[in-house]
């Protein structure tokens, strides 16, 4: 149930990323709503459907980009082990956890972008493409994490209520 | 009887002093005398109206303060829906204004073009590519590889489509590449979009001279566009002689940041020229 939850949430924060977040940028970079979501989810403990909706993001985001199909489900499924390997490891501070996520996250999102467009022909200059679009990128994810990861928070605790003992 | 005589004559001369005093304040001769015993009479009444009036106020101030407020509030809101009201008008207005334009273009530019307006409702999710989304699909006659264009010049063309919607590629994305031609020298060349958003001119043979201000229109080659479009103008050429092709930036006249409407050109379609593409032999 609460993975099919997944469909309309992303859906609805995927009409927000295109619809406002793609427009505000900083030089060339813009933030990415549903990678922070992404990592965000992955990062509570008691979730466990982190792996359903990266997938459900993966298929979303493809239908829409112009992206490679394979290469947002790949990018969203690398950033959630990311995210769940480091849950494990830095588990007491999970905001640390957060915004380690979302800048190497971000960073690797966009190197798989670089790779998966040089494969369908177009070929990007990489310095240019990390200081004007992959750095600013991920200053506005950074910014953006905070928030994004309080709501997720109280939407695991609404849809993973914890056991009383 | 002695008792009652004397009662008789007190209330006649009581009545007669009255109506002595009533003839002699008819005729005025108590003025000086009423002025002096009413003068205190009036300052006490006066101070003690002057005090009333102030507790009176003191009173029912609040009051009007409480209405006043009431009434403030409601013109606040009034005020407040007006200027939502007016917004919105310019945003319509806005709107219209675009639409204007692109119906002015249309009707300026009848050689069989037919055109279908559409809004722009969103951009890619990533920020390398540049494309955006329309709220116009299949069920409205786009197809892919249909021109996209705005009153001022070229913006792109339909990279994918659905029933209600469609994505367009436009001419900075990093992927594209138009065929275009100069003026006033007719040299050929072709553009090249990047991920800064900005458009260089390639391919373009050191032999043409090149100066700043000169006119980029798509030159038609290739068939995925239509001839004679706008694009912009020259900005700046590097041209080195041991190159052997020169290259400028450009200057777009669309405002890619801003687009708001778009024309698709329904009635083109684009020439699929890869059968005529020789294929290297293994």
Known sequence: MVTLLGVPIIGFLLIIQTAVISRLKLLEGTGDLILLFVIAWALQGRVRSAWQWAIIAGVLVSLVTALPYFIALAGYLTITLMARLLQHQVWQTPILAMFVTTFVGTVVFHLLSISGLALAGTTLPIQESLTLVTLPSALINLILALPVYTVVSDLSNWAYPAEEV | ?282
């Open chain 2, 1 to 282: 009887m002695k008792a009652s005589n004397t009662r008789f004559w007190q209330t006649t001369t009581l009545v007669l002093v009255c109506v002595g005093l009533v003839f002699v304040g008819f005729s005025g001769y108590l003025q000086p005398f009423l002025g002096t015993v009413l003068e205190p009479v009036v300052g006490v009444q006066r101070w003690l109206s002057v005090r009333y009036l102030a507790i009176y106020e003191f009173i029912t101030v609040p009051r009007d303060v409480a209405s006043l407020r009431t009434s403030n509030e409601e013109l606040e809101r009034e005020v407040a829906g007006l200027q939502t009201q007016i917004i919105e008008l310019q945003q319509q207005l806005r709107e219209a204004q675009v639409l204007y334009a692109l119906l002015d273009f249309a009707r300026a530019n009848p050689q069989g073009g037919q055109y279908t307006a559409a809004e722009v409702i969103g951009r890619d999710p990533n920020p390398f590519l540049k494309y955006i989304f329309i709220d116009r699909g299949s069920d409205h006659g786009i197809r892919r590889g249909m021109p996209v264009i705005t009153d001022r010049g070229l913006v792109g063309r339909i990279d994918a489509v659905t029933s209600s919607a469609a994505r367009v590629q436009l001419i900075t994305d990093p992927g594209s590449a138009v065929n275009v031609r100069m003026e006033p020298d007719r040299g050929i060349a072709q553009i090249q979009g990047s991920i800064t958003g900005e458009i260089t001119l390639e391919m373009l043979s050191q032999e043409i001279p090149v100066q700043t201000g000169d006119l980029i229109l798509s030159s038609g080659l290739g068939g995925n566009f239509p001839p004679d479009i706008l694009i912009g103008q020259v900005v700046t050429v590097r041209s080195k002689p041991n190159e052997l092709f020169q290259s400028a930036s450009v200057q777009t006249v669309v405002d890619f940041n801003t687009l708001q409407a778009v024309l698709v050109i329904t009635n083109f379609r684009p020439i699929d020229i890869s059968p005529l593409v020789p294929s290297p032999e293994p």
